[in-house]
């Protein structure tokens, strides 16, 4: 079953970076997104066990997949949704399904990326 984790970056009382790592209501913070997403496995996987993961990195820079106007409301609507949370509140309906279509589409794009990767390094390895 694929699984979801997001990482944001929070900006602490002194203006330093601090990541959160969040799996459904499994979170996990760290100084760096990679302590951020190790605490947050270690959590996740049982004692002596590793974890099999595929980590497939959004850098949020606008590209041809998805724009920065698309990009900064995606970040909006999480933030407001993540706000949401910590009052017991919930989107608007419409908030909600713009949200779940920005989603869709940046799946879209993460997969037309990674199309574009392996299209890449399929021309670069061909005799």
């Known amino acids: 079953m694929l699984q979801t984790i997001e990482i944001y970056r929070e900006w602490g009382k002194q203006k330093t970076d601090r990541y959160r790592a969040v799996r459904g209501q499994q979170q996990a913070k760290g100084k760096t997104p990679g302590q951020a997403l190790d605490s947050l496995e270690k959590m996740l ?3 002596g066990e590793t974890a099999n993961s595929l980590i497939i990195l959004q850098r949020f820079q606008p590209d041809e997949f998805f724009s920065e106007p698309q990009q900064m409301r995606l970040q909006e609507l999480m933030s407001r949704f993540h706000e949401t949370i910590k009052r017991d509140t919930a989107l ?5 399904t713009e949200l779940e279509q ?3 589409m940046e799946w879209i794009a993460a ?3 990674t199309t574009n990767i392996l299209a890449q390094i399929n021309k670069s390895s061909d005799p």
Do not use: C, F, G, K
Request: proline share 7%.
């Open 111 to 113: 997969i037309a990326r």
């Open 102 to 104: 920005l989603v869709d």
């Open 45 to 47: 996987t049982p004692d």
């Open 92 to 96: 608007t309906s419409d908030e909600r």
